[in-house]
């Protein structure tokens, strides 16, 4: 079974940063994606990070630049850093994987997700 949690969400002021975890179990894959998507109250899931198998990554416009993903595969572990949060990042954050290699930010291309963690910015 292939289980996802996360974790680092909290509350943070503006102008600060965060590192989410993502633990990934199960999942065997030798090519896939891992993305990072969050969800404001009344928005729909937005996806803001992937990255490949390869190590390719790819990011929305909106966290471009202040946002990084990355992966420890021997942890099985993938990370966002946030750096330079503002209010408008508050949201709940899940990780999802793929088994296709192939960047994509598209929510319905995704079999696995987390359960998601907040994240809350106070200006």
């Known amino acids: 079974e292939v289980q996802l949690v996360e974790s680092g969400g ?14 990934l ?3 065997t894959y030798q090519y896939y994606c891992l993305t990072w998507f969050r969800q404001a109250p009344g ?4 996806g803001i990070a992937a990255i490949s198998s390869e190590s390719t990554t ?5 966290v471009k630049g202040r946002f990084t993903i990355s992966k420890d595969n021997a942890k ?4 966002l850093q946030m750096d330079n949060l503002q209010p408008e990042d508050t949201a709940t954050y899940y990780c999802a994987a793929r088994p296709f290699p192939q960047l994509t930010l598209d929510r319905d291309r995704y079999n696995y997700w987390g359960q998601g963690t907040q994240v809350t910015v106070s200006s």
């Open 58 to 62: 790819m990011y929305a416009d909106s």
């Open 76 to 79: 099985n572990t993938l990370y």
């Open 43 to 46: 928005k729909s899931r937005e």
């Open 10 to 23: 909290g509350l943070v002021q503006a102008g600060g940063s965060l590192r989410l975890s993502c633990r």
């Open 25 to 27: 179990t199960g999942f």
